[in-house]
């Protein structure tokens, strides 16, 4: 069975960082590119970020680039994102995902809260 | 990278269809034939619904089906059921390994 789980979320200041992990397991992780969406309390599906089977390539949303990262390590089967110089607005349930077929997400985790505020 | 056009709510009876439409550009979905819609339930995770277009995945009933006209990709719910009650959102690749999602619509069962 394919699980996604997230974890690292919380309360943090503006300005400030915090790195999200997700454990995968049920799947030959090292054979799937991986997608982080969030989810703004009360708003829409925003994609983030996406990385490739090896982590030789990485793409992000315009809001995020130069201050999040996304990465892998295939020998844990886990997924990252590091997130520097929060603001208010990346307040959010973040997702982690499987690409699929067609740049679709098949599986998705239950997603971890970051709550950025002072 | 804007996000796509939805309505913002749709509505039917059980055993009526509704159509969501999601409404691009030549960039996203107008350009590519990799527009996927998910359904999401109060606070759960998004589920896979439709993918490249108009394909299912194993297990979604084939009461839901998708198609695509120039920018314009829509999701069809026939045969409404009270459990489809829940948000859409559809997504389209955009070039350049990025994706955009929609704005999303709340899909209600009278």
């Known amino acids: 069975e394919v699980q996604l789980v997230e974890s690292g979320g919380g309360l943090v200041q503006p300005g400030g960082s915090l790195r999200l992990s997700c454990a995968a397991s049920?799947?030959?992780?090292?054979?799937?590119?991986m997608t982080w969406v969030r989810q703004a309390p009360g708003k829409g599906l925003e994609w983030v970020a996406n990385?490739?089977?090896?982590?030789?390539?990485?793409y992000y949303v315009d809001s995020v680039k130069g201050r999040f990262s996304i990465s892998r390590d295939n020998a844990k089967n886990s997924l990252y994102l590091q997130m520097n110089s929060l603001r208010a607005e990346d307040t959010a349930v973040y997702y982690c995902a499987r690409d699929s077929n067609g740049w679709s997400t098949d599986y998705w985790g239950q997603g971890t809260l970051v709550t950025v505020s002072s | 990278q804007s996000a796509l056009t939805q309505p913002r709510s749709v509505s039917g009876s059980p055993g009526q269809s509704v159509t969501i439409s999601c409404t691009g550009t030549s960039s996203d979905v107008g350009g590519y034939k990799y527009v996927s819609w998910y359904q999401q339930h109060p606070g759960k995770a998004p589920k896979l619904m439709i993918y490249?277009?108009?394909k299912r995945p194993s297990g979604v009933p084939d009461r839901f089906s998708g198609s695509k006209s120039g920018n314009t990709a829509s999701l069809t719910i026939s045969g409404l059921q009270a459990e489809d009650e829940a948000d859409y959102y559809c997504c389209s690749y955009a070039g350049s390994y990025i994706l955009v999602f929609g704005g999303g619509t709340k899909l209600t069962v009278l």
């Open positions: 049920g799947f030959t992780f090292s054979s799937y590119w």
């Open positions: 990385i490739k089977e090896d982590g030789s390539e990485k």
């Open positions: 490249d277009v108009s």
